[in-house]
């Protein structure tokens, strides 16, 4: 028998039955193709060449679709995302200088205008407050002796004018008595020695008054008063007024911070910053453009601003200004292009946009922003 040949058995026949039809064997069954099969398992080539012919069609409508859209909506609006937030600051600095005594404030915290921030020992500024009383004292004790002196000064300058009348009378008589003869070059000599010592006194005496009443003179560029009382005025004021800048209030509502500068036993120096305050509201966005978007800019075009830190806040504004100058050009370094090495770079101007409603989360200044210009909308005025 040879191999792979089908056996057959038949069965007797027995008479009256029918002969029964032989049993065949069962085909062996195919195992189900696996998963990774099936993956390897070619795709007919008619559904890869459909799939090819599709791409070949969508890519070039997709190019052309993305060609008509930039064309259309190209040059209508500006946007940028070198933007961020700016508030008014201002860094609170000392006016006098001193010991801090204490610190009212902390890190973050909510002020109002004229709430207390700290002290400044002001000790040495009383001091001085009680060193120019004592001086306007003194002052007014002067100007009072001046007027007594001046009061002297007449009755000085009485007895001059009374001496010199004498001493030329006397003159008369021996020039009288010379020109009779009777009379000798010394005593002439004497008699006008005499009249010349009058005259000399009484210059003396008035102009001894003089100086006193120049003292005691009232102008009008000192409130009406003695210069030394004016002077000491001036003192006593100063000394209040040191005293008074030993407090440091806020200047406006805002919120305090870079507060670790300022410590309790440090020494406060005159003018130099102890902290900053970030005042409330008046947000702006400062978006730097490139200068090849200003050509249709102008003030008061609305513009689109969304906040980064924020996703899906977006607020309405408008350009309130254009800069006056690039961002390097006010730099502390500004760039020299006058040099072999010049290469041209586009640069970029500041752009004050203006927030026109309110902000559902909070502002801080420093945080990043997109812009976006509408370019053919009307100005607002």
């Given at each position: 028998m040879a191999d792979?040949?089908?056996?057959i058995e038949r069965t007797?026949?027995?008479?009256?039955?029918?002969?029964?039809?032989?049993?065949?064997?069962?085909?062996?069954?195919?195992?189900?193709?696996?998963?990774?099969?099936s993956a390897l398992a070619p795709e007919p080539k008619r559904s890869t060449a459909w799939a090819r012919y599709a791409m070949m069609a969508i890519v070039p409508l997709i190019l052309?679709?993305?060609?008509?859209?930039?064309?259309?909506?190209?040059?209508?609006?500006a946007s940028?995302?070198?933007?961020?937030?700016?508030?008014?600051?201002?860094?609170v600095t000392s006016e006098v200088g001193g010991k801090i005594l204490d610190v009212l404030v902390h890190e973050n915290q909510q002020v109002k205008k004229g709430q207390i921030l700290f002290h400044i020992d002001p000790s040495t500024y009383q001091l001085q407050l009680q060193q120019a009383t004592a001086s306007l004292a003194n002052a007014e004790v002067n100007v009072q002796t001046l007027g007594a002196t001046v009061d002297s000064n007449a009755g000085a300058i009485a007895a001059a004018q009374s001496a010199v009348k004498y001493a030329q009378q006397n003159y008369d008589r021996h020039a009288a008595l010379m020109a009779r003869g009777f009379n000798t070059r010394a005593n002439m000599d004497t008699a006008y020695n005499q009249l010349m010592q009058a005259k000399a006194q009484l210059q003396t005496a008035q102009a001894s008054a003089a100086v006193d009443r120049a003292k005691l003179a009232a102008p009008a560029e000192v409130g009406g008063v003695a210069p030394d009382i004016a002077a000491a005025r001036a003192q006593i004021a100063t000394a209040k007024l040191a005293i008074a800048r030993t407090t440091i209030v806020a200047p406006f509502d805002g919120v305090v911070t870079q507060t670790g500068n300022l410590q309790v036993g440090q020494m406060a120096a005159a003018g130099l910053p102890m902290l900053t305050?970030?005042?409330?509201?008046?947000?702006?966005?400062?978006a730097n453009f490139k200068e090849t978007d200003l050509k249709k800019m102008v003030p008061g075009l609305p513009a689109t601003i969304r906040i980064d830190a924020y996703p899906g806040v977006v607020l309405k504004g408008h350009v309130e200004s254009i800069g006056a100058g690039t961002g390097s050009e006010f730099s502390i370094l500004p760039a020299q292009n006058?040099?072999?090495?010049?290469v041209?770079?586009?640069?970029?101007?500041?752009?004050?946009?203006?927030?026109?409603?309110?902000?559902p989360r909070q502002l801080i200044a420093g945080l990043s922003a997109d812009i976006e210009v509408d370019l053919e909308a009307q100005p607002r005025k």
């Amino acid at each position: 028998m040879a191999d792979g040949e089908t056996v057959i058995e038949r069965t007797p026949v027995e008479p009256g039955n029918p002969p029964a039809k032989p049993a065949e064997k069962p085909a062996p069954e195919t195992p189900a193709p696996t998963g990774s099969d099936s993956a390897l398992a070619p795709e007919p080539k008619r559904s890869t060449a459909w799939a090819r012919y599709a791409m070949m069609a969508i890519v070039p409508l997709i190019l052309i679709a993305g060609g008509v859209y930039y064309w259309l909506t190209s040059g209508k609006t500006a946007s940028t995302d070198n933007a961020y937030i700016r508030q008014n600051r201002v860094a609170v600095t000392s006016e006098v200088g001193g010991k801090i005594l204490d610190v009212l404030v902390h890190e973050n915290q909510q002020v109002k205008k004229g709430q207390i921030l700290f002290h400044i020992d002001p000790s040495t500024y009383q001091l001085q407050l009680q060193q120019a009383t004592a001086s306007l004292a003194n002052a007014e004790v002067n100007v009072q002796t001046l007027g007594a002196t001046v009061d002297s000064n007449a009755g000085a300058i009485a007895a001059a004018q009374s001496a010199v009348k004498y001493a030329q009378q006397n003159y008369d008589r021996h020039a009288a008595l010379m020109a009779r003869g009777f009379n000798t070059r010394a005593n002439m000599d004497t008699a006008y020695n005499q009249l010349m010592q009058a005259k000399a006194q009484l210059q003396t005496a008035q102009a001894s008054a003089a100086v006193d009443r120049a003292k005691l003179a009232a102008p009008a560029e000192v409130g009406g008063v003695a210069p030394d009382i004016a002077a000491a005025r001036a003192q006593i004021a100063t000394a209040k007024l040191a005293i008074a800048r030993t407090t440091i209030v806020a200047p406006f509502d805002g919120v305090v911070t870079q507060t670790g500068n300022l410590q309790v036993g440090q020494m406060a120096a005159a003018g130099l910053p102890m902290l900053t305050i970030v005042a409330n509201g008046g947000s702006w966005i400062e978006a730097n453009f490139k200068e090849t978007d200003l050509k249709k800019m102008v003030p008061g075009l609305p513009a689109t601003i969304r906040i980064d830190a924020y996703p899906g806040v977006v607020l309405k504004g408008h350009v309130e200004s254009i800069g006056a100058g690039t961002g390097s050009e006010f730099s502390i370094l500004p760039a020299q292009n006058a040099n072999g090495n010049w290469v041209k770079v586009t640069q970029r101007v500041p752009v004050r946009i203006a927030i026109d409603e309110k902000s559902p989360r909070q502002l801080i200044a420093g945080l990043s922003a997109d812009i976006e210009v509408d370019l053919e909308a009307q100005p607002r005025k």
